[in-house]
């Protein structure tokens, strides 16, 4: 059943039952096999079937749902049993907002000191992916903004209060302030993350609650795309504060604080709501609330 299961998922996830079932190291007729043989077994359709794959039924759905907690539990009972066995150990996978990024490694280096027999796997995506890749068990832990937008079914930690700034030559466009409002970011030619990304969002809301909205000259999915730009002196850009910290402005970059209004949201760790945690995650959690003071300072 757990195999079922399994593979039930992987269709959820890949939306194709070829790649679903060579994601699962299956013959395609093997895998349609057994997913007939679960609807047998529960007594409904779960998959609309046709040429390709169609979705899910709305019993297939609710399945879904099942399949995301039993298997989540038969993975963390495994890990739990194999961490009394030979201590803590294994890979966590951790997906990110891009302007979270840069404080991925505030975790993953205590983490890794105090145990150094757990490697990671960090990926960047968008808030809802990160959302979604975590209801589906396909990361283990993520780091969004907790406020900004419903999370779902998640545990979260805060972090640290994001604030920010206007990145810019020190001759271009208010680059000699010590301080601009979002009116006047405005007026600056701005290169931003793509709407698609919850930041970018957050900076167009902003703009709009003085009457000003974003035309960006450049959009991108890359953090360092718009630094690189920034850097030649040509666009400016707004980034988060503790991002333009971990950049390691050079002096071609300023980084001025955004006033009027102050826009501050939450960042922090979201794992699945599971009680209890894996081993592997509980410990991400204490390390993550051990180091949120930090982050704030």
Known sequence: ??????????LAK??????AAEACGVTQPTMSTSLKQLEEVLGVMLVQRG??????TPEGERTLDWARRIVGDVRAMRQEIDTLKEGLSGEIAIAAIPAALGMVASLTTPFQLRHPNVSFR?????????????ENLEVDAGLTYLENEPLGKVRSIPLYNESYRLLTAPDGMFGDRDQVTWKEVGQVPLCLLTSDMQNRRIIDRALKSVGVEAMPTLTSNSIIVLYTHVKTGRWASVMPAKLAETLCLSDAVRSIPIIDP?????VGLVVPQRDPLTPLIAALAQIAREVAPTLES
């Open 1 to 10: 059943m757990i195999d079922k299961l399994e593979l039930l998922l992987a």
């Open 14 to 19: 890949e939306r194709h039952f070829g790649r």
């Open 122 to 134: 960090i990926m960047s995506c968008a808030s809802i992916a990160v959302l979604g890749l975590l």
């Open 262 to 266: 102050t826009v501050t949201y939450s």
């Open 51 to 56: 040429s390709r794959f169609q979705g899910f």
